[in-house]
């Protein structure tokens, strides 16, 4: 039996609805904070100074920067800006993507951060590293020695071009969550130890 209740129930009921699911669709699976879009006070910023364009997978070091620079950003600037909104970094994701068309990608890595930087100013990296050595000889990248054709299966070339994206994840010395991203590119190719010195 239909009553006059039942339209005003439902009328009432869709709002509900309808926000319950722009709630779960809003909800981003990893936040980079650049445009604000959580409650922190600050996002981060980062810029990679002095890159090296390539890198020998077979020289034996990690993948690392001289400099890089986080900046941390007030999303509502504040003359009196306190250390409370101060930015500690707890650790770094490296991921990578392919850029030649190949689909296989160097493994996602994950690094202590260990530095703090000041609301509303920046903090210089110096050396820190983006690729470990042992992750320059696993695949795909294992596929560029000699010894195991020298070449990328996929492309069929003797380099295999990425993207990295570097997400920061930390906090602010008040208990806030605090995130920020960039990306760089990087060619990684196969040279001898005497090649990549100049020698013969």
Same mark, same amino acid.
């Not at 600050?42 to 920067?65: E, H, M």
């Not at 050595?133 to 295999?160: H, V, W």
């Given at each position: 039996?239909?009553t006059?209740?039942?339209?005003?129930?439902?009328?009432?009921?869709?709002?509900?609805?309808?926000?319950?699911?722009?709630?779960?669709l809003?909800?981003?699976?990893?936040?980079?904070? %650049? /445009?604000?879009? &959580?409650?922190?006070?600050?996002?981060? @910023? #980062?810029?990679?100074?002095? $890159?090296?364009?390539?890198?020998?997978?077979?020289?034996g070091t990690?993948?690392?920067?001289?400099?890089?620079?986080?900046?941390?950003?007030?999303?509502?600037?504040?003359?009196d800006? %306190? /250390?409370?909104? &101060?930015t500690k970094?707890?650790?770094? @994701? #490296?991921?990578?993507?392919? $850029?030649d068309?190949?689909?296989?990608?160097?493994?996602?890595?994950?690094?202590?951060?260990?530095?703090?930087?000041?609301?509303?100013?920046?903090?210089?990296?110096?050396?820190?590293?983006?690729?470990?050595?042992g992750?320059?000889?696993?695949?795909?990248?294992?596929?560029?020695?000699?010894?195991n054709?020298?070449?990328d299966?996929e492309?069929?070339?003797?380099?295999?071009r990425?993207?990295?994206t570097?997400?920061?994840?930390?906090?602010?010395?008040?208990?806030q969550?605090?995130?920020g991203?960039?990306?760089?590119?990087?060619?990684?190719?196969?040279a001898?130890?005497?090649?990549?010195?100049?020698?013969?």
């Amino acid at each position: 039996m239909r009553t006059d209740l039942e339209p005003k129930m439902k009328y009432r009921f869709l709002p509900l609805v309808l926000l319950a699911a722009v709630a779960l669709l809003g909800i981003p699976a990893c936040s980079t904070n %650049t /445009q604000g879009d &959580d409650a922190s006070p600050v996002f981060l @910023v #980062v810029n990679f100074d002095q $890159l090296p364009p390539s890198k020998n997978v077979a020289d034996g070091t990690g993948l690392q920067f001289e400099t890089a620079t986080l900046r941390s950003v007030l999303k509502i600037p504040a003359t009196d800006s %306190t /250390q409370f909104l &101060d930015t500690k970094v707890d650790d770094y @994701v #490296v991921s990578w993507q392919r $850029l030649d068309g190949g689909s296989a990608a160097p493994k996602t890595e994950v690094f202590a951060g260990n530095i703090v930087v000041p609301a509303g100013s920046s903090s210089t990296l110096s050396n820190y590293i983006f690729m470990t050595a042992g992750a320059l000889q696993d695949p795909p990248l294992n596929q560029l020695f000699p010894f195991n054709g020298g070449i990328d299966r996929e492309t069929g070339k003797s380099e295999i071009r990425c993207r990295a994206t570097v997400t920061f994840r930390g906090h602010t010395l008040s208990g806030q969550p605090v995130t920020g991203s960039g990306n760089f590119g990087m060619i990684f190719y196969y040279a001898t130890p005497a090649a990549a010195r100049g020698g013969k």
